[in-house]
DNA sequence: AAAGATTGAGAGGTCAATCTTA
DNA sequence: TAAGATTGACCTCTCAATCTTT
């Protein structure tokens, strides 16, 4: 156990996984703290912020949240729809799909759940790296997620 | 919102929280379809193996598996000892306290997980980063988790 | 028949309360 | 009373089946 990988990789990859576990759940709490809604709804409603008119198909919408199922975002989208924060609508040219639209309620929402976000990676990723690093961190991991990407799912 | 935080660290922040995502996800896929128990058992039966005597406390244990709550762990335990891959035992200087076994069943399991593992792992990050990247983005995430830590829960 | 999306049933997770020993 | 760990109630996620429209 432990052979045919290189050390530097598997300890590369551990750091991942305690990064993002310590710091996610590190803004849930701060969010939590100020009686704002999870991180995952910040997920969902930021996608949403930048699309065009704030409309978004819910296939769409899906890959851009890739933690959580297709499935699952049927769910949280239930909840976010009945906090007021988006509504869904039947998409006119195939009206198989479903449009989610983002409520003014919702950007105001989005705006105040940032201010919390923002504090909390400044605190932990800008105070902890310099730009070149966390440049050096983007490619390194983005060109692991396109590896994964390129894979396709159960080839 | 956007605003207060320097881009770079944002971009490398999605893309943490995208690669560990689409990687874990593919490990997870690779062990079902080998009909092998999913990676959060391995998370629990590799600091195990590690350990003097392949023996932990649940609370030292806990400290290892940092993507599941205190209580989500005895749960987790729960299932693995049921599959005989580790048994339970009060511990006799503390009998207030549980201590984990690890199983020769459980190494076995262990040991036929590993491959699966490394393989995906070989395949996304020693075929898409050199060396240098590695132990770059350990570092650097190394530090972040360190930063989080210190932090402290709630502070 | 296939694509887009949702739902029912069950697995897995969390918080607060509880049990046991120190 | 506090520490170590588990349990009860509830919430969220996933898989397979379903519904609607193409």
Known sequence: ??????EPYLDAWRAV??????????VD????????????????????YRAEERTLRMGTLAGSVVTISRTGLSRLVDRVEAAGLLRRR????DRRGTEVVLTDEGVAKLRSMWPVYARVLREHLAGTLSEEEAFLV?????RVAGSVRAAGAGA
């Open 1 to 6: 156990v432990g052979a045919e990988l290189e």
């Open 17 to 26: 996984l305690n990064a993002n576990a310590l710091l996610t759940a590190r």
């Open 29 to 48: 709490e701060e969010l939590a703290a100020a009686r704002l809604p999870p991180l995952a709804w910040y997920d969902v409603l930021w996608p949403l």
């Open 90 to 93: 039947q998409a006119r040219d």
């Open 138 to 142: 983007r490619d390194a991991l983005e």
